[in-house]
């Protein structure tokens, strides 16, 4: 169903729907959370007037599924904190929209959600970056930026997010924190550093940023602590799932922060969010990745020549009993399709993901509503499809030129107009019941 466009006529719509009786509380619950003064969409939709103003392209994008932003298929996997639209919602919103946009009574409520930028709950604590100038007509940049935090005494972390301040111009960010022992610190709560880079960290950098706490013992490191792609949201655990202890003394560090190329002159502030738990974290989480950078082969080989449409897949087998938490596909804007799945020894399939338009935009990383077993001896497949036709909106290059992972950089690029792909499973050893535990999140936002 989703994205044919056509909606069957449902007994629950109403005949003569109004905003006040029945659209405001759509809106407010699917919409406000984004379309909000400093929301992450460009626009805020607070006001009768501006949803009235828009009520034809309101009526076109829910329709065709494009808003709310999910790109996942809801009829192949469901998920935490789902976009979702109902039937009956998106025809309640046709009919309404076809009848003129009624506003109906007056003195109803229409609110925005708690105007926090988070997508898990209150944060705790709001950990500023330096800002970042950007210009009209920049090229791909990349940052190291730090910020360093000092508390009242070490607490446990049940989640971090972080949140740029307008929605788009990070492509990509990978966080670690480094843990100071007592009194070994030498810079001053508060400090943020940023420098500009065209590499992979290296001895000046470290240096240049104070990574390496001169003159005192190493700081211990988290790897990978949080991470950032357009348009994820937050993610926390029940208690005692996943999650850090920090030391009294820490910094959060983004050794590669990646702004897309800008066409206006802007500036970002990032923030990372953070979350504390009192409930010390007992089962560590890890990660495995399918594909570029990753434990398992791309085939064929990711080269997308100009003009075509190119199929891939890349296959793994655990040796292990997982539960599995999180997933992430990732692809850059060439990408068409998304699909994920793991076939048991026994044969049957585990469906993960299905995306069948990938949007660059909407790079979730998808929390399943109950952990999902996968047993030792099941092998992970990911199947991504990529257009590098001129038909795909999304294509960097006009005409379409011929599009690959590249390796010169040290590493997979990063580069958005290259292309990735990538599986990202966030899991933990198999404990039995797992497949009971609840991930919704235990605070939600209105
Ligand atoms: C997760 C955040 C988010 C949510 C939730 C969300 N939007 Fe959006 N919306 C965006 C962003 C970002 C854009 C601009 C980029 C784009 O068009 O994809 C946008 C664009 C739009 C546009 C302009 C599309 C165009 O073609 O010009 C409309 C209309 C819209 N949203 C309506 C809605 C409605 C109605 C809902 C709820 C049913 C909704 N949005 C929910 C983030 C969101």
Redesign the pocket.
């Given at each position: 169903m989703i994205g044919c466009g056509k909606v069957s006529e449902e007994k629950n719509v109403p005949s003569n729907p109004t905003f006040a009786e029945h659209i405001a509380p759509?809106?407010a619950k699917?919409?406000l959370?984004?379309?909000r003064e400093n929301?992450?969409?460009?626009?805020s939709?607070e006001q009768f007037s501006a949803v009235k103003k828009?009520a034809k392209?309101?009526a076109?994008?829910?329709l065709n599924r494009?808003?709310?932003?999910w790109p996942a298929d809801p009829n192949y996997t469901h998920f935490v904190g789902e976009?979702v639209?109902t039937e009956e919602q998106i025809a309640t919103i046709q009919r309404w929209v076809e009848q003129g946009a009624v506003e109906g009574s007056v003195g109803y409520s229409y609110k925005a959600p708690e105007s926090y930028r988070s997508s898990i709950r209150k944060p705790d604590l709001i950990i500023p970056f330096d800002t970042v100038a950007l210009h009209e007509g920049d090229l791909d940049r990349f940052f190291i930026s730090k910020a360093h935090v000092k508390l009242d005494r070490k607490r446990f972390v049940s989640a971090l997010e972080l949140v740029p301040s307008s929605?788009?111009l990070i492509h990509h960010a990978n966080g670690h924190l480094l843990l100071y022992a007592e009194g070994s610190n030498t810079e001053t709560p508060g400090t943020v550093r940023k420098m500009e880079t065209t590499d992979a960290m290296n001895s000046n950098s470290f240096e240049k940023m104070k990574l390496i706490n001169v003159g005192g013992p190493l700081p211990n490191r988290i790897h990978s602590a949080f991470n950032y792609l357009p348009?994820v949201e937050g993610v926390e655990y029940p208690a005692g799932i996943g999650g850090y202890e920090v030391t009294r003394d820490f910094a959060a560090v983004m050794n590669d922060v990646h702004y897309g190329p800008s066409d206006t002159n802007t500036v970002d502030k990032a923030v990372l969010n953070v979350f504390f738990t009192e409930t010390a974290p007992k089962r560590a989480t890890g990660e495995l990745m399918l594909g570029t950078n990753g434990v398992s082969k791309i085939v064929p080989p990711l080269v997308v020549p100009a003009n075509k449409i190119t199929k891939h897949s890349t296959r793994y087998t655990i040796d292990a009993d997982i539960s599995v938490l999180t997933i992430n596909p990732h692809l850059h804007q060439l990408g068409k399709s998304f699909w994920a799945f793991a076939i048991k020894p026994n044969g049957d399939t585990i469906p993960l993901i299905r995306i069948r338009r990938w949007?660059f935009?909407?790079q979730y990383f998808y929390t399943f509503k109950t952990m999902v077993r996968i047993p030792a001896g099941s092998e992970i497949v990911a199947i991504a499809e990529f257009d590098n036709t001129a038909k795909n909106p999304y294509n960097p290059n006009h005409p379409p030129k011929t599009v690959a992972e590249r390796w010169d950089y040290g590493g997979a690029s990063m580069r958005a107009s290259d292309e990735m792909f990538q599986f990202i499973i966030t899991y933990t050893p198999y404990q039995k019941g797992d497949e009971n535990i609840s991930l919704e999140r235990k605070t939600t936002k209105p």
């Amino acid at each position: 169903m989703i994205g044919c466009g056509k909606v069957s006529e449902e007994k629950n719509v109403p005949s003569n729907p109004t905003f006040a009786e029945h659209i405001a509380p759509i809106l407010a619950k699917n919409c406000l959370p984004c379309h909000r003064e400093n929301g992450a969409a460009p626009f805020s939709l607070e006001q009768f007037s501006a949803v009235k103003k828009r009520a034809k392209t309101i009526a076109k994008v829910t329709l065709n599924r494009y808003m709310p932003p999910w790109p996942a298929d809801p009829n192949y996997t469901h998920f935490v904190g789902e976009k979702v639209l109902t039937e009956e919602q998106i025809a309640t919103i046709q009919r309404w929209v076809e009848q003129g946009a009624v506003e109906g009574s007056v003195g109803y409520s229409y609110k925005a959600p708690e105007s926090y930028r988070s997508s898990i709950r209150k944060p705790d604590l709001i950990i500023p970056f330096d800002t970042v100038a950007l210009h009209e007509g920049d090229l791909d940049r990349f940052f190291i930026s730090k910020a360093h935090v000092k508390l009242d005494r070490k607490r446990f972390v049940s989640a971090l997010e972080l949140v740029p301040s307008s929605m788009g111009l990070i492509h990509h960010a990978n966080g670690h924190l480094l843990l100071y022992a007592e009194g070994s610190n030498t810079e001053t709560p508060g400090t943020v550093r940023k420098m500009e880079t065209t590499d992979a960290m290296n001895s000046n950098s470290f240096e240049k940023m104070k990574l390496i706490n001169v003159g005192g013992p190493l700081p211990n490191r988290i790897h990978s602590a949080f991470n950032y792609l357009p348009g994820v949201e937050g993610v926390e655990y029940p208690a005692g799932i996943g999650g850090y202890e920090v030391t009294r003394d820490f910094a959060a560090v983004m050794n590669d922060v990646h702004y897309g190329p800008s066409d206006t002159n802007t500036v970002d502030k990032a923030v990372l969010n953070v979350f504390f738990t009192e409930t010390a974290p007992k089962r560590a989480t890890g990660e495995l990745m399918l594909g570029t950078n990753g434990v398992s082969k791309i085939v064929p080989p990711l080269v997308v020549p100009a003009n075509k449409i190119t199929k891939h897949s890349t296959r793994y087998t655990i040796d292990a009993d997982i539960s599995v938490l999180t997933i992430n596909p990732h692809l850059h804007q060439l990408g068409k399709s998304f699909w994920a799945f793991a076939i048991k020894p026994n044969g049957d399939t585990i469906p993960l993901i299905r995306i069948r338009r990938w949007n660059f935009n909407w790079q979730y990383f998808y929390t399943f509503k109950t952990m999902v077993r996968i047993p030792a001896g099941s092998e992970i497949v990911a199947i991504a499809e990529f257009d590098n036709t001129a038909k795909n909106p999304y294509n960097p290059n006009h005409p379409p030129k011929t599009v690959a992972e590249r390796w010169d950089y040290g590493g997979a690029s990063m580069r958005a107009s290259d292309e990735m792909f990538q599986f990202i499973i966030t899991y933990t050893p198999y404990q039995k019941g797992d497949e009971n535990i609840s991930l919704e999140r235990k605070t939600t936002k209105p």
